[in-house]
């Protein structure tokens, strides 16, 4: 059952084709929409599970499309980073159980268009899954699109004031970043002739030395295409209005798992300059390392001064993609494992986050902190979720947060860059202000608004889905060893070039 | 160094081709220009990869007839076939969005839309 190879097939194909589906199905009656969406992610999710449980056996393997033999035909590649679909499969469906409720209450959000709604969200869920175990490079191009353009279309359904201006500004800056990486696949395969990423690693090692130039050209060309999907400090400007203005499930989505997509993208870009060794990686690694820094704290600054709750939780994510990106910049064993792993927590955490964010707003209709006070009275088992998130993110042990800041923290003294763990150590400091200021505007604050007290806790396809993710914030704290061990053989093969 | 811009005529066009369109993304206040300017970057690219895959003397990578090596490479082509259908969906999305906003803010003028926030 496991050794089946299609599943790797059918993990990509399922979402997209559920998505084709899904407003066809649902013509009759709209109400099926995300049930067929959630039956999708259902296939999905068994699918994933096999194939981690392979990779976990016996490593990475490899799935030729259409059975042509890669380098000629494309090749799908599942390595323990792609493992990274497990939480694409858990938060998107969880996503979509919170949508049930939630597209019904958008006002702007045309009833009969709601199947389209679910359509985009596979589609995008699709296209990171397909993103996260291609081993093609121009695959990985298409798959960037097809998730970056259904995200445009999501942030936009929202339909408020300045949905459109915040979609239209994250289509300009996505558009660019995708064309550089583009433009870079283009060089790459200009220079080895080839686009299997393995193969590319291969033909790259020994490529004549007057080749150097446009591969480092491909290099700066792909880091700053990656690194404005995954919004690093300079390029971080579309997120805070994207993420904060699109409904709450899909800023789980896009918070969550479509900006780490950046993430991993980086680290296939990794994998294959590390492997061919044509390029010595330390001044991109500096670069990394302190445009993470930069992001940790001034993210979390940032948060600090929002009152409204989800660009307040839009900042943060800008402050914990740093701390992956430094966990990458430092290029230890331990701060690349805890980078990775990181990959996986925060989304767990930020899903959470949102998803809660999102039945206060669902409940009440406001969403800053000042008109929220009061809610932890009214609706205790959102709130105590969404404490537990905080707590998580904070990075207090035993949960998700914690193990994986430790890593890159440990990463830091262990690369002798000390200064860097003391970064993150201070970030973590002003994340503990902003969810202190949360938590006591929830709890011990008089309410302004009165009828805050008054309403019900959230219904039962939001609360579930929150519950069960803020048990796993814990339970992957308690449990964190496991990704932990899991990523290592990934990282250590990556950073083997380095003889560390 | 003349003489290797000269002879990399190609790339130096994609190149200058490139960086108008970027000008245009960034200068232009008019929402269409600037996506002109991304349409005009999204060509460059395009540009630059089919010229990757020409080969001097080659003939179409078609077999019949009077096919003589060497030819060019087809793949950069089938590249640029999916790149372009991608570029046409951004498009059209962006004019969309474009709409949706003249209809919610009656401008689309980047620095009117930016008071209006």
């Known amino acids: 059952m496991i050794e089946w190879p299609h599943w790797m097939a059918i993990v ?41 449980m392979r990779v976990a056996q016996e490593g990475p393997f490899s799935y030729p499309l259409g059975a042509w033999t890669p380098p000629y035909g494309i090749e799908l590649r599942f390595d323990e980073f792609s493992a990274a679909i497990s939480v694409v499969c858990l938060v998107g469906s969880l996503a979509i159980l919170c949508s049930v ?126 690194m404005v999907k995954a919004a690093i ?155 537990i998130g905080a707590v998580s993110i904070v990075g207090i042990p035993p949960t998700a947060g914690f193990l994986c800041k430790w890593y890159i923290a440990l990463g830091a003294f262990e690369a002798d860059q000390p200064m860097f763990g003391f970064a993150l150590i201070f970030g973590a400091l002003f994340i503990f202000i902003y969810y202190i200021r949360m938590v006591n505007a929830f709890y011990f604050q008089e309410p302004i608004h009165k009828e805050v007290l008054r309403v019900e806790e959230a219904p039962l396809t939001m609360l579930g889905p929150i519950l069960l993710l803020a048990a796993l914030c814990l339970i992957m704290g308690i449990l964190g060893r496991i990704p932990l061990t899991f990523i290592e053989p990934a990282a250590l093969r990556m950073l083997a070039p380095l003889g560390g | 160094m003349l003489e290797a811009l000269w002879h990399n005529i190609d790339y130096v066009a994609s190149v200058v081709l490139f960086c108008i369109g970027l000008y245009i993304l960034i200068a232009k206040n008019n929402l269409i220009k600037k996506f002109l300017g991304l349409n005009i970057m999204e060509t460059a690219v395009f540009a630059f990869i089919v010229t990757i895959g020409v080969i001097e003397g080659g003939d179409a990578p078609i077999m019949g007839h009077g096919a003589q090596a060497p030819f060019h490479s087809p793949i950069p082509h089938a590249l640029v076939l999916t790149g372009i259908v991608v570029a046409v969906s951004t498009t059209a999305l962006a004019l969309s969005l474009i709409i949706r906003i003249y209809r919610q803010c009656g401008t689309i003028e980047a620095d009117e839309l930016r008071e209006m926030e």
């Open chain 1, 101 to 226: 409720r939630y597209t019904e209450w958008l006002r702007e959000l045309a009833k009969p268009r709601i199947p389209y709604y679910y359509a985009l969200m596979l589609l995008n869920l699709g296209g990171m899954i397909g993103f996260m175990i291609t081993g093609d490079l121009f695959n990985l191009f298409v798959f960037l699109e097809i998730l970056s353009l259904s995200g445009y279309a999501l942030v936009a359904v929202s339909g408020e004031r300045t949905a459109e201006m915040a979609a239209f500004k994250y289509l300009l800056m996505g558009a660019i970043s995708s064309l550089l990486v583009l433009f870079s696949v283009g060089i790459i395969f200009g220079i080895t002739g080839s686009l299997n990423m393995v193969d590319v690693t291969t033909r790259l090692a020994s490529v004549a030395a007057d080749a150097t130039m446009p591969a480092v050209l491909a290099l700066g060309a792909l880091t700053i295409g990656f």
């Open chain 1, 12 to 52: 990509v194909l399922a979402p997209l084709s559920g998505a084709v589906l899904t407003p066809i199905v649902s013509l009759r009656d709209r109400r099926i929409a995300p049930w067929f969406a959630l039956a999708t992610m259902t296939v999905t999710s068994v699918a994933a599970l096999f194939l981690i």
């Open chain 1, 233 to 387: 400090f300079p390029v971080h400007v579309w997120l805070p209005d994207a993420h904060a203005i699109a409904p709450s499930p899909i800023s789980a989505v896009l918070s969550g798992l479509v900006v780490k997509v950046g993430i991993i993208g980086m680290l296939r870009v990794y994998q294959i300059y590390y492997g061919s060794g044509i390029l010595d990686l330390t001044v991109l690694n500096q670069v990394l390392l302190w445009l993470g820094a930069i992001s940790i704290v001034m993210g979390a600054f940032f948060a600090i001064f929002q009152d409204d709750i989800k660009l307040m939780l839009a900042y943060s994510t800008i402050s914990n993609i740093g701390y992956i990106v430094m966990g990458l910049g430092l290029s230890t064993n331990l701060s690349v494992i805890g980078g990775a792993v990181h990959v996986f927590n925060h989304a767990l955490i930020k899903a959470t986050l949102f998803l809660a964010a999102g039945a206060f707003i669902y409940r009440t209709g406001y969403r800053t902190l000042t008109d929220l006070r009061g809610i932890g009275r009214a609706m205790p088992l959102t709130s105590i979720a969404l404490s």
